[in-house]
């Protein structure tokens, strides 16, 4: 297993795979950027659209129990085996031959069982400028997710990941800048994602 992998993958496709979250990792937070490595490949890049907790039995749904974190645990801790946490990315960018990033869907899907980390800050800051993976967000965004939402989440991981008010600032505008024309200049939709990410 990679020593940092989250997760690993149990649906994919050119736009979008599903990773389940090994039970003793974090899930990553919504808007994260997340990288998959398959074997003999590029490396893939994609955003975190979705976090879903639930039953691994899709006929036996989970109930209230009526018991602290800590009454679980002592009273019923099978119960938390039972349960799993997957994550759906939208792919949005691969390693070129040279080791350029470039903001396209891959050629092939990740493999199943291909392991997910978290992208670093340096990876992160090379999905930069031109900010082309937004174009991708904002006119084929996933149906089932809130595409301003997911826009802010994303704004707000360049601005961390530059050192947030440390040097996040100027590629938080260009980002927006180049947010704005692919809104075709909505600025009271421009002005509503930039609002909630500071």
């Not at 039970?23 to 955003?47: C, I, K, S, Y």
């Not at 990740?110 to 992160?124: G, K, M, N, R, S």
């Amino acid at each position: 297993m990679e020593r940092d992998a989250l997760g690993e993958v149990i649906e994919a496709s050119t736009r979008q795979f599903v990773a389940e979250v090994y039970e003793e990792a974090a899930a990553p937070d919504f808007g994260t950027w997340v990288r998959v490595e398959p074997e003999g490949a590029p490396p893939l890049f994609g955003l975190v659209s979705h976090v879903e907790t639930g039953s691994y039995d899709s006929n036996r749904q989970a109930v209230a129990l009526g018991l602290s974190p800590e009454e679980r645990a002592q009273e019923m801790p099978m119960v938390d085996e039972l349960l799993r946490t997957t994550v759906r990315t939208q792919m949005l960018a691969c390693e070129g031959p040279n080791g350029e990033i470039r903001q396209t869907l891959p050629p092939q899907p990740p493999d199943i069982h291909d392991f997910v980390a978290l992208c670093t800050d340096e990876q992160v800051r090379a999905l930069g400028a031109p900010f082309d993976f937004l174009r991708t967000l904002v006119e084929h965004p996933d149906s089932d997710v809130p595409v301003d939402d997911l826009l802010v989440a994303v704004l707000r991981r360049i601005y961390a990941a530059h050192g947030g008010e440390q040097g996040g600032r100027p590629p938080l505008v260009r980002a927006g800048r180049a947010l704005s024309r692919l809104l075709d200049d909505d600025h009271e939709r421009l002005q509503s994602i930039l609002r909630r990410v500071l």
